[in-house]
Structure formats: structure tokens, C-alpha cells
């Protein structure tokens, strides 16, 4: 079992069904998690915020990419997106260790058909490799963010 950083709430019940109104039901949940949501798989982990913006930034940067290869009169070599997030050891936190997102624009015709590898490896040794849309990506991030 991985033991992500949690925050614990506590609820009041509202419909207490004859159990004293002091009885409490206690929620575990991540504090920031964020969600890749890849074809009928979905990921959910531990994420900072600046780590967060970073990746947005260099999806950003891709799809700008794309509009300048879409704009080009001859064809050229891009360059790849590889963003990597390494968890700093000194600080003993568990959760997400490594992750990576790479993109390789020269293989898809626009963004929109634009394919990410992503892996994803937890401090306790489980590795997630996996392939999804660019587009189901960037709508991640941009849904951590907002909610951050």
C-alpha cells in the first residue's frame, strides 16, 4: 500500500439517523493529487503546484510548437518536449518519486492527434508507463490548477 501525505477532515453528520449529532464520520483524502485521466485508465497521485504550472508550461511550449510546425513552408526536424519531475531525497517524502512526460512532435501532424509517454514511479517501487492524448493532458493539468 502506498502511504501518500494525506489530510484528514472531519464531516458532522447532518442526518445523524438516531446516532448522537456528536458522532463524526472521518474522510481521508490527498492533500494535492493530481489525475491523469489516459483511455479507460485513470492515475491519481501526489503532485505539487509549481511542478504542476512547470508541466503546463512545457505542454504549452509543445503546442506552440505545433502551430509553428503547422505554419512552416519546409519541413524541419522539433525538437522533443521532455519534462521530468525528480522528488528531492533529502526530504524522506513518500509518494511519486519520478515522473516524466515526453513528447515527440515529429511523429503526429497536429496537437491535436499529438500522443504523450508518460511514466510514473512511486517511492515504494511501483513504475507506471503509459501512452495518451496530449489534449486528455493538458485538460488534467489545467483541472489541477484550477483546483489548487
Not at 4 to 27: C, I, K, M
Not at 33 to 44: C, G, Q
Not at 87 to 114: H, I, K, M, R, W
Amino acid at each position: 500500500m502506498l502511504n501518500f501525505p494525506y489530510v484528514e477532515a472531519t464531516l458532522a453528520l447532518t442526518n445523524t439517523g438516531g446516532r448522537p449529532a456528536s458522532e463524526h464520520n472521518t474522510l481521508c483524502f490527498v492533500e494535492t493529487s493530481l489525475t491523469f485521466n489516459i483511455a479507460e485508465t485513470s492515475v491519481t497521485f501526489p503532485f505539487h503546484k509549481e511542478q504542476a504550472q512547470q508541466l503546463s508550461n512545457a505542454i504549452t511550449t509543445l503546442i506552440q510548437t505545433f502551430a509553428a510546425k503547422q505554419k512552416a513552408e519546409r519541413p524541419r526536424r522539433w525538437d522533443l518536449m521532455e519534462y521530468k519531475y525528480k522528488e528531492d531525497e533529502s526530504n524522506g517524502a513518500e509518494g511519486v518519486e519520478y515522473l516524466e512526460v515526453v513528447c515527440n512532435p515529429n511523429a503526429y501532424a497536429t496537437a491535436f492527434d499529438a500522443k504523450v509517454l508518460i511514466t510514473i514511479r512511486s517511492s515504494q517501487g511501483l513504475k507506471v508507463t503509459t501512452e495518451g492524448r496530449l489534449s486528455n493532458l493538458k485538460g488534467d493539468v489545467d483541472t489541477f490548477l484550477e483546483k489548487s
